[in-house]
């Protein structure tokens, strides 16, 4: 059975997919991003799951990618910013090389685009993901193997960094 090269966690706008993209494709291996499985099942948006039937169902349906790809998947993963929230996710965690990909207040709230709709950031948008990155933080340290800040490197220097700190795969890098 395979399991993944690495797991990169974050909050939104640390960077997940992007350099999950970069890092697959260094490493020759695909990517798989929960948010965008969670849309290809449900057949919509992460915000419509969201809006119409609820956080719980979209936490369950989250849960149940994210398992199947820690116990299957043979590339990168890349969690939603809030997978990590869940106990039977961060259990099956401590058996992977977790990257926390680290971003600084500001770049976050830039890259999320706060005038784009998010159902977690609903309200007011800058206060709810300052809130949601204190809340988090803790998670994020305490799960990773790796920390490599996102603010101010360009994805490929991201890249170098976390291919670094691999486990394994370092021998067959291109």
Known sequence: MSTPVAVLIGSPGAGKTTVGRALA????????????????RAGK????????????????????IVAEALAS???????????????????????HHVVYLQVEFADAAKRVGLDTPRPLLA???RTR??????ERLPVYEGLARATVPTSGYHPEEIVDAIVEGLPRHREGIR
């Open 25 to 40: 494709e260094r490493l020759g291996v695909d990517l798989l991003d929960t948010d965008a499985e969670v849309e290809a």
């Open 45 to 64: 948006s992460v915000g419509d799951v969201f809006v119409e039937d609820g956080e719980p169902a979209f936490r369950a349906l989250e849960r149940e």
């Open 73 to 95: 998947w043979a590339g990168v993963v890349a969690l939603g910013g809030g997978a990590v929230l869940d106990p039977g996710t961060s259990a099956d965690l401590a058996r």
């Open 123 to 125: 309200g007011n948008p």
């Open 129 to 134: 993901l300052r809130k949601l990155l204190e």
